[in-house]
């Protein structure tokens, strides 16, 4: 039973690794997309352009606000409503609502959306400026893996020559055709071919690490690279002038673009400063009421005793008894809703605001914003500069790495052949082990100079890609 259940894990455990994804470039890129903290930082900055656009929008639109108070009052004082003298204690209410709008401001809430707007794009720009950076970075680190990859390649690829010369010079040596020492010599050769194996995997670890970093992974002892047919990849790029490539690059890459839009909203920005010299106009509404306790009105009228007043005669010169009646009123607080209604009021108001002097605040604010507008005209003829000058220096490194893989690819194919001829002496006894290592070792130094010059051409052949606007293919 404990067979089956260790085979059981086993199969499990082997499907696990089988099915695991391999990591390709572009999914090396993603995830580095998802995950960098340089990128999320300028994303939220891209955010807080957003809402910056948003309140510049929401700007025009008319402020309104509601008021309310309430006073108690003590002693002789003034009815708010009925402007009565009164030495009653009482309360009284105060409701309003009000609205403001700016009608003409010298254009500078329309200046400053469009700033806004354009501050937004200067964003996007610097966010995908970001990314293509990181892009860069992780295509340098993925071939540098690749690169690693092969040199274990070699490294193994050679030991198990040394493996099979061992195995020769063994017989040859209880043959008695060489002498013991020559055993010995492939031996020290395997063990320092051995050595030149775990370098070569430790350097393909680091080279793993420093990737699964980059992008941010954690779980980099898992991580397998997915290997592309690299030699494929020297053929598919044009290797375009200079110039052509400028030409292409100033409109696909964000760092020019960045630089003009920061020149566009420096330009806002003056428009908006020379907008203080322009009167404003504002146009304001407001609706009000109010409730006091002192408001009162009659609620009922009785007939009191009549009471002598006076007298008078009649037409025969009767003296008679005048009487006067006398009213006792009683009195009620008006209804709070009927005092609303009763008290409320509505104004619409028209404000004209000239400047005139300011201590000279409008004026050097203008001056300030056209400084800063000149010089960012010239960080426009800057950022086109030094990606010309980076074009350049991209294409002149192309062409060297170029070259020098070239050299290297016809160094390795002579050392090839010259092993191989040796390889024949060797076996027929006509070179010693010495010369014979030195020929092999001569073809690994010259195939893993190939390699890194290879890779090194195709690195800077995707450089010029990328200044193109072309994506990473491998």
Known sequence: MKKYVLLLILVLFSASIFSQEKWTLQKCI?????????????????KIHDINLQKAKY?????????????????????????????????????????????????????SIKKAEIDLEAGNASLEQTKNNVMLAVASAYLNVLYALDLVEIAEQQKEITELQLERTEKLVASGSLPIQSKYDVEAQLANEELNLVNYRNQYDFA??????????EDFSNMEIQKPDVDKLIGESVLLSPKQIFDEAVNNLPQVKYAELNYLSSQKALQISKGAFYPRLTMSATYGSGYSSLTKF????????????????????NLLDVYQYTFDYSYVNKPFFDQIKDNASTSVGFYLNIPIFNGLQTRSGVNSSKLYLEQAKLQVDQAKKDLFKEIQQAWSDAVSAMKKFDASEKAF??????????????????????????????????????????????????????YRGLSFNF
């Open 30 to 46: 993603q995830h580095a997309l998802d995950n960098n903290i340089q990128i999320k930082s300028q994303e939220y900055n891209s």
């Open 59 to 111: 700007g025009i639109l008319p402020g309104l606000n509601v008021g309310a108070s309430e006073n108690l009052t003590f002693g002789r004082n003034v009815d708010p409503y009925s402007y009565q003298f009164s030495t009653d204690n009482f309360h009284s209410a105060n409701f309003q609502i009000s609205s403001s709008v700016t009608l003409f401001s010298g254009l500078q809430q329309y200046n």
């Open 208 to 217: 793993v690490l420093n990737l699964a970093q980059l992008i941010e992974y």
């Open 298 to 317: 009659v609620e009922g009228i009785k007939l009191g005793n009549p009471m002598l007043s006076g007298f008078a005669t009649d037409n025969l010169g």
């Open 413 to 466: 194919e002579a050392s090839n052949l010259s092993f191989e001829y040796t390889q024949k002496k060797y076996e027929q006894g006509l070179v010693n082990i010495t010369d014979y290592n030195i020929a092999k070792n001569n073809v690994s130094r010259t195939q893993i100079e190939m390699l890194k010059s290879k890779y090194d051409f195709i690195f800077k052949q995707k450089i010029l890609d990328f």
